[in-house]
């Protein structure tokens, strides 16, 4: 055989190789439904789990508190309070909606809508301080 013949089959070879090799990296970047499935449940937001207190009541602010008196950091941390329900969101956002439409149609002046947005921002300014004396009670 000759040198040009041996250069010959070792390009093919090299080639084959080659190809081969791109051939499995482009086969292992299929995924199946449930493989994409299963990367689309890690990706997914986690859900929110409150931890009941296991060991005695429920402290002050939700850190327990070793017998030395500094803070326990490995105690499961409990709600701080109820959350809004879906119900309660979905009528804000009802009343929300509703004030908007008005305001668009005219049939609510700029001052009345202007009062209703101080109105709005005083409780939130205020529902805080007064929750926490409420709680506090």
């Not at 789990?49 to 327990?64: F, H, Q, R, S, W």
Request: glycine share 6%; proline share 4%.
């Amino acid at each position: 055989m000759t040198k040009n013949g041996i250069l010959r089959i070792a390009t093919f070879n090299r080639t084959a190789l080659i190809c081969a090799a791109v051939a499995m990296a482009l086969a292992g970047c299929n995924l199946t439904a449930e493989e994409k499935a299963a990367a689309a449940a890690k990706r997914a937001a986690p859900t929110a789990v409150v931890m009941p207190a296991t060991k005695g009541d429920a402290v002050e602010g939700g850190l327990a508190k070793s017998p030395d008196g500094y803070p326990n950091f490995g105690a499961p941390l409990t709600a701080a309070n109820v959350q809004m329900s879906d119900e309660q969101a979905a009528e804000l956002q009802h009343q929300l909606t509703a004030l908007a439409a008005r305001r668009k149609a005219g049939t609510l002046s700029e001052a009345e809508y202007q009062a209703k947005v101080a109105e709005m921002r005083r409780l939130a300014a205020e529902h805080g301080t007064d929750t926490l004396s409420e709680i506090s009670k």
